[in-house]
């Protein structure tokens, strides 16, 4: 037993843990309540008087050691702990958390949004869930018009003549229901997502974003029309940007066009953007059809008005020069933070 107390002796006088769940599993191992202290005090029982005189001090020697040693070991532990918080450099700056910032579809629809609030006109919104009428009929497009089929329009109902159910495929429909039920003059635009049955690539997406434009009241003249487009594209797109109008059909204007501006990304010179001719569509216009306005109980002898749309993918990209519609709807981080902005 002697020689079993030294070889212990040895070991604990030796030990030198490198962290405190060494320190604890020497704890168990000589002092648990099954550990070899333990043992040997069991051992010490059977012992002859004699032997138990002197190995009585050895062994309680031995235990006032080891819990010395450990008692010791502990402390510095606990002290290595304690003095690692405090260490703590308060001044530091503290952990920065992710910012999100706005959409750029958001930001060109709100900078659109802005100019025409300048001139006086309102924001309107309409359901994305139409009904054929708001969508087309009251727009006087004709019962066989291609833009009514299953390849264009998303048609939840589709055998309810005008009341057939779809999701709308241009914001026009607001107009519609704005004119039915208000009054003129009104001079608003309508700003909303819609969507179209197309194959997914980077030049077409199923759903996209436009703003449409409201203009009615007595005398309103497609020179109006010209110089509230020409305005909002000098806002836009900076002094000096040229515009320019070329003839066009549209079933609820009459007559219609549909307007270019010069290339923003090569100035006119030619580039990919503009397939080298310099300039570049933006939006279709013109003088509202009078069969739309009947339809929506306005005396068309009365008042005349304009109306425009642009799609606001077409103009982000030409502000921002990007070349795939899909980054606008995958929600990519590396994408979306190049447009930070001071969110007020
Ligand atoms: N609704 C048309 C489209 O989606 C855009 C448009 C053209 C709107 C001419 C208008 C307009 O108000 O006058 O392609």
Redesign the pocket.
Known sequence: MQELIDKYTAEVDAFSPANAEELEAFRIKFLGTKGLIKDLFEQFKSTTPEEKRTLGKVLNQFKQLTEAKHQELKEQFDSQLTTSTNQQDLTLPGEGFAVGSRHPLSLVRNEIIDIFKRLGFVVAEGPEIENDWHNFSA?NFPEEHPARDMQDTFFITKDGGQDSIALR????SV?VRMMENGKPPFRAIMPGR?YRNEAISARAHCFFH?V???YVDENVSFADLKQTLFHFVQELYGEGTKVRFRP?Y?P??EP???MDISCTICKGAGCNMCKHSGWVEI??????DPNVLENCGIDSKKYTG??????IERITNLKYVIRDLRLFSENDVRFLKQFKTEIV
């Open positions: 727009l495929t241009h914001t026009s107009q819609v436009q449409e434009g409201l066009s549209f609820f204007t219609s066009a549909e939006l279709g216009c013109g003088m509202v304009f109306a425009f749309g642009m799609g």
